[in-house]
């Protein structure tokens, strides 16, 4: 009987050795980039060399969080559900040279377009989590965010950001630097167990003209789970491209990524992504654009090697400075070495306001993705999702957050997952230094196997103090 085309199935974990010794190697490239994050680093706080000090310590700001949730199943099971208060306590620390927000002092995130030509931005948080009932050992997570940026002679600017999350959260969020909120990866762990995830950035743009621009983008991305029974990961992209205008209505985009996958047990991966776009533009207001993409996967064997390949059409359309939409429709083909091929429509739509007091974003994706370097390795999938979210400043101190997911991944195994989710978020500024919140929120998955259904309630309760 022939393989699915699947690439992470139990047979190969089983025919395959475990090799912990080649995810355990130092990463040939990890010292470049720690030195071109120190190198940016320097470059950041340099400026302060002739600041006094008060300058200096303004720029740090502590805080102290806690949270008290209360969790229906902790473990995502279908049955057995264990029910579970969970305490977060923990003091965090940010720098920054971003300016600060007038009513709350908080800095400002870092926006698209730097407003100084060199900075750095640390948010580092460090929780000690106790569980009241006992589900799960108490342990200390992590969550911080590194940004560095540097533009010299306003053509050629650097840039590097580090993601690191310890944790035993079944739903693991996404890590993208654009991610919205609720937004959590495909490949859920049941049960809890300590994983890290780290991913570093470091990226280059030089721009020869208004719109012209050449980059490169370098991604190491680390996953590690103290349970057996989920695989270590470790992907190293690189991914140059070439940005370039003919005039001011044709213009054309192409890159080309290298990505390797190495596995803890399952056959390691090389990649390969070629894209090429060409856009026409009506007005600033409206462009139209046409794309094709083609991915190559080669694995080790025994797995099996594939291509894809998808053209589309597309349009983008500011309706207002604030309103702003993105409509892509296409096709793609999957074609394994070996076992059936897999196609259908792909879809790519999204609408964002950036208003005064509202901001929403709304996404529908569909087609294919896949799913590697997380708790469940399940490879190339047909994918249909939509995202929201809607921000809403209600007064000065008050704001609120409202967000909804719909995920439905069919595997290549036959497997097929409906996972949705809904999170509401309201937020008060007591003082200046203190705020407090509330988020519910509930997720549920229903698939065509039983072992992989859940449904989960929260509730948290927290307090932020800062200094």
Avoid at 142 to 164: M, P
Avoid at 357 to 372: A, D, I, K, N, S
Wanted: glycine residues 6%; contains cysteine.
């Amino acid at each position: 009987m022939e393989l699915q085309p699947n690439k992470r199935n139990k047979l190969n974990k089983l025919r395959k050795p475990n090799k912990p010794e080649e995810l355990n190697k130092p990463n040939k490239l990890f010292p470049f980039a720690l030195c071109f994050l120190m190198g940016l680093i320097v470059l950041s706080v340099s400026e302060f060399a002739h600041a006094d000090i008060g300058d200096i310590l303004s720029r740090f700001q502590f805080y102290a969080v806690a949270e008290e949730t209360y969790d229906t199943n902790v473990d995502l099971t279908p049955r057995n559900e264990r029910e579970d208060f969970i305490t977060n306590v923990g003091v965090g620390v940010r720098f920054s040279t971003l300016p600060r927000a007038e009513t709350t002092r908080e800095f400002k995130p870092p926006s698209t377009g730097e407003e100084t030509a060199y900075g750095i931005n640390l948010d580092f948080l460090p929780t000690y989590v106790y569980y009241a009932k006992g589900t799960s050992d108490d342990y200390l997570a992590l969550s911080g965010k590194l940004e560095t940026w540097y533009t010299w002679d306003q053509r050629l600017t650097f840039r590097a950001r580090d993601y690191v999350f310890r944790s035993e959260e079944p739903l693991e969020p996404s890590y993208s630097a654009g991610a919205l909120p609720n937004e959590i990866l495909l490949g859920t762990q049941r049960g809890r167990s300590i994983y890290i995830r780290n991913v570093f950035e470091a990226s280059s743009d030089y721009r020869f003209g208004r719109e012209d621009l050449i980059s490169i983008n370098y991604i190491n991305n680390v996953y590690r789970n103290e349970s057996s029974f989920f695989e270590d990961s470790t992907e190293n992209y690189i991914n140059p491209r070439l940005t370039y205008w003919f005039n001011l209505r044709n213009g054309i985009l192409l890159e080309y990524a290298l990505d390797l996958g190495n596995f803890q047990r399952s056959p390691d991966m090389t990649g390969h992504l070629a894209r090429g776009r060409y856009t026409y533009r009506f007005n600033p207001r409206t462009s139209i654009f046409g794309q094709f993409g083609y991915l190559r996967r080669d694995f080790e064997p025994p797995s099996t090697d594939y291509d894809a390949y998808q053209p589309s059409l597309g349009i983008e359309h500011a309706f207002s400075p604030t309103l702003s939409g993105r409509a892509q429709f296409g096709y793609f083909h999957q074609d394994p070495e070996r076992g059936t091929t897999t196609d259908g429509f792909s879809y790519d739509v999204s609408v964002t306001q950036r208003a005064k007091r509202t901001t929403y974003t709304l996404l529908f994706q569909g087609g294919y993705t896949e799913v590697y370097f997380t708790a469940e390795n399940l490879g190339f999938t047909k994918y249909n999702s939509a995202i929201g979210t809607i921000t809403h400043q209600l007064t000065e101190r008050v704001s609120a957050t409202l967000s909804a997911r719909y995920q439905r991944p069919e595997y290549d195994d036959g497997r097929t997952d409906n996972i949705w989710g809904v999170s509401g978020d309201t937020s008060y500024q007591v003082f200046r230094w203190v705020n407090v919140g509330i988020n519910l929120s509930y997720a549920e998955s229903r698939s065509n196997r039983d072992v992989n259904d859940y449904t989960d309630l929260r509730a948290t309760f927290r307090i932020t103090a800062t200094y």
